[in-house]
């Protein structure tokens, strides 16, 4: 319903103009204007001038983008954005990695210009997308009001999936699991019963390439994880901020994750192994299930065919938790901390928030998802779609589209059909599955301190998290009974001020969202 | 008047005639008014509320807050006792061993087997931090690791050692040693290079076995050296290598393993609280000059041997 008002409001606005570019219609100034721009993202510090994107942008906005990014020399863009500050000589434009906080920080002590007043005069398909999601304007907004950087918006709703070994289940005679009890006997099946068949007891159940994902499988016991696509992260239940880690959905769930640790179903080494123990555990046929991404953890169906006899790992649906709701906690956020924001130095305000309004235009959004139409894409029966050579070139696609300066991390709205072009086919099944189930739960999308706030989080929260950590690798390997010590962790929590962080937390959170 | 124009020309003619000796000097002195006298700059963050885009001067004066913040955390107390244990550990059984390695590389004969050991033993210190953590890992993983293999061998059930508070000490003291030891021996085979023949060749006429040349002459010639590299040492005790720990070390484990440093990454870098992290650190550098003033004047006190 939202996507379709949206959809009707960008139509709207660009309706009135006709396509093609050549005419110049999006032309923003009539002689060139040059901006200078501090971009620095991980796989790129800087902004390359010769990006296929910034010709075309400059041939039809006559906007130019010169580069001058800080810290090049560190791939820390957290580094990067507050050596820029510290040197106070900021250029026209700043974008990049991660740059929310930062800019809802110093925007309000000037660093950085106000938006709100900008896109509503100058930047007319902005201004459209924000009508339509007012939400994600106030989740981006700092704490006095204003919003001070226009976010990358990513597109498409699924991140990760639960992943079973089809064929370990069809060796076994089993059916895939649908409630937390059923996914129980599979695991012990699996476990027991040799389903990679080489006489060995070695198979590993449940695996996880960050541990933090271990922790999510207490949704099956109608505990949470995190609120957000961010880990360890607060939530919202009715208007009430929480941490996951402070209810007894969680101590509950953790107590039979415990269990199931102790009893070898879940990965002895989840802690250690990293990032390489998917590819080590399918690739040696050891690993059962596990919860990741669906296109690279699809991908492996390819990269292991042959390899390893009758592979074929899928996605499923969330089993059921105990009292019978099936969530996929994890969840594509609607917008990222990353886009570009204006420098209290910048001279030509208009200019820029018009440069930034043009990505959102119809033709700015496809050369910014897209490339540079005929070089990458073509328009197929008023469809986007890339070019042989892209989609076969051997090298992902996003990779090439970085390399021509498309999908990079300035302010621009994703058009998921880019993905979609190249997901491979058991991915796209198992997104249509989880699409056609009722998975999704709401997410908390952050809220702005002002600076009493910041000071009593910052004082408080980080210790808070270090303590719960702890406690929770402890009670995963048996180091302490969650059921006894819980008593105990409650007071300790209190202690520390987990009270007054809620406190800041929902005095913000009332502030930017009305309640 | 007159006095003063005769110590100027004293100090003319004392440069004219060693300025090569100033000019050699002066990359170190400038390299130390750059990158350590000015960016004490800056130290005063610390009794500041810092903000970045304020900048240093921008930014108002709290005092002492960041450092009651501090001692009020049981984490930074924690932290500081874990600096001080591994520390003290690290010195204990780190200190001796490229002393004795040296005394042993001094009594092999055989050139090259000499030389060989020489080398395996330098080797570790040039491999990168991650790469060390990487073995480190590996070796200790309890499915495939080298070390739970051998305790399986001989009986012994598998310890997942990574997540073990007990057993986070020793691995880190022991992979300190094994990676600098070899090269920390080479100052000490240099003093032992430079201790008169002499002193050997009459102590073989009196009819001395090795074992008393070693303790008689060769110690006592190094002793100096010992006890300049302990004062060194005793200096930068509080600096534990906290790249390895932070590769290292897991939630889990945090209770022995997490120091000074790592508690300053996590709470100041990770989140951006440059103050509080400068007002650790700060106190870090204090700790870190009572202690080398403390050996310095104990050891100028009992050995006559000291930095200054």
């Known amino acids: ?515 | 008047m007159a006095d003063h124009t005769k110590r100027m020309t004293r100090i003319v003619d004392h440069l004219r005639a060693n300025w090569q000796i100033y000019v050699l000097l002066a990359p170190t002195i400038i390299w130390f008014l750059v990158f350590l006298y000015r960016p004490m700059y800056g130290l005063q963050i610390a009794f500041k509320d810092y903000s970045v885009f304020r900048g240093i001067e921008g930014s108002p004066w709290i005092g002492f807050e960041h450092f009651h913040t501090l001692f009020g955390s049981d984490q930074f107390i924690r932290a500081l006792k874990n600096t001080v244990i591994i520390s003290m550990l690290t010195l204990v059984f780190g200190f001796p061993m490229p002393i004795i390695l040296a005394l042993m590389f001094n009594e092999v004969l055989n050139q090259t087997y000499k030389k060989t050991v020489q080398t395996v033993v330098y080797l570790p210190h040039f491999i990168s931090t991650v790469i060390i953590s990487g073995i480190v890992i590996t070796a200790f993983s309890p499915s495939s690791g080298v070390v739970n293999t051998v305790l399986d061998w001989l009986g012994f059930d598998k310890i997942y050692f990574l997540t073990k508070p007990e057993w986070f000490r020793p691995i880190f003291i022991g992979s300190g040693i094994w990676q600098e030891a070899g090269f920390s021996s080479i100052v000490f085979l240099a003093a032992i290079a430079g201790v008169n023949p002499s002193l050997y060749e009459s102590a073989v006429v009196d009819g001395a076995s090795r074992w008393q040349m070693m303790w008689k002459i060769t110690i006592p010639s190094i002793m100096p050296t010992i006890i300049i590299m302990l004062i060194i040492r005793i200096g930068n005790l509080l600096e534990v290598g906290f790249e390895l720990i932070i590769l290292l070390y897991q939630p889990a484990t945090y209770q022995t393993a997490d120091v000074v440093n790592t508690y300053i990454y996590r709470q100041g870098l990770q989140v951006g609280q440059y103050d509080l992290a400068a007002a650790a650190g700060l106190f870090n550098a204090v700790v870190a000059f009572v202690l080398v003033m403390t050996a310095n004047t104990i050891s100028k006190r009992y050995s006559r041997t000291s930095l200054w």
């Open chain 1, 1 to 515: 319903m939202r996507k379709m008002k949206l959809a009707s409001a960008i139509l709207m606005t660009t309706a009135i103009a006709p396509v093609a570019h050549a005419d110049g219609h999006l032309q923003i100034v009539d002689e060139p204007l040059e901006l200078t721009i501090h971009m620095h993202w991980p796989r790129a510090q800087g902004y390359n001038e010769e990006y296929a994107v910034e010709l075309a942008a400059r041939e039809m906005t006559g906007i130019h983008l010169i580069d001058a990014t800080s810290g090049k020399n560190t791939t820390d863009h957290n580094e990067a954005i507050n050596l820029l500050l510290a040197t106070g000589d900021l250029p026209d434009i700043v974008g990049g990695h991660r740059i929310k906080d930062p800019v809802n920080q110093y925007g309000p002590e000037g660093a950085f210009v106000p938006l709100n007043d900008l896109i509503e005069e100058h930047a007319p398909h902005i201004k459209a997308f924000f009508d339509a999601r007012p939400d994600i304007a106030q989740a981006i907004s700092s704490w006095d009001g204003n919003m001070y950087y226009i976010p990358y918006l990513p597109d498409g709703k699924f991140g990760r999936a639960y992943f079973i070994r089809q064929d370990w289940l069809d060796t076994l005679g089993l059916e895939q699991p649908q409630d937390v009890n059923e996914l129980y006997d599979v695991l012990v099946a699996f476990r027991d019963n040799d389903p990679n068949g080489n006489g060995l007891k070695d198979e590993i159940p449940i695996f996880q390439r960050q541990w933090e994902e271990l922790i999510r499988y207490v949704t099956l016991w109608d505990g949470r994880s995190s609120g957000s696509d961010t880990y360890h992260d607060f939530m919202v239940v009715d208007g009430q901020l929480q941490h996951p880690y402070a209810t007894e959905g969680y101590r509950d769930g953790m107590a039979h994750l415990a269990k199931w640790y102790a009893e070898g179903l879940i990965d002895p080494e989840i802690f250690t192994r990293g990032s390489s123990s998917r590819d080590y555990l399918l690739s040696e046929n050891l690993g059962g299930m596990t919860h990741d991404w669906f296109a690279s953890t699809s991908g492996y169906n390819a990269s292991l065919e042959g390899t390893v006899e009758g592979f074929n790992f899928v996605p499923y649906l969330p089993p059921a938790s105990i009292s019978g709701v099936r969530m996929e906690e994890h969840r594509r956020i609607p917008f990222k901390p990353d886009g570009w924001a204006i420098s209290h130095t910048n001279e030509n305000v208009v200019e820029t928030i018009k440069y930034f309004d043009f990505f959102f235009t119809e033709e700015g959004r496809l050369l910014s998802n897209f490339g540079v139409e005929g070089d990458t894409w073509n328009m197929v029966d008023g469809e986007p779609v890339f070019t042989d050579e892209v989609l076969n070139g051997g090298i992902a696609v996003n990779t090439q589209m970085y390399e021509v300066g498309a999908q990079i991390q300035r302010g621009y709205w994703q058009d998921y059909r880019y993905e979609w072009q190249w997901t491979a086919e058991a991915a796209r099944e198992g997104i249509e599955l989880y699409d056609a189930n009722d998975l999704l739960i709401d997410q908390f999308l952050g809220v702005a301190f002002n600076e009493d706030e910041q000071r009593v989080y910052d004082r408080n929260w980080t210790q808070i998290q270090t303590y719960m950590l702890e406690r929770q690798q402890a009670w995963i390997l048996g180091t302490g009974d969650i059921e006894s010590d819980w008593d105990d962790y409650v007071a300790q929590l209190d202690r520390m001020g987990y009270n007054d962080v809620i406190e800041v937390m929902q005095a913000a959170y009332t502030r930017q969202y009305g309640n």
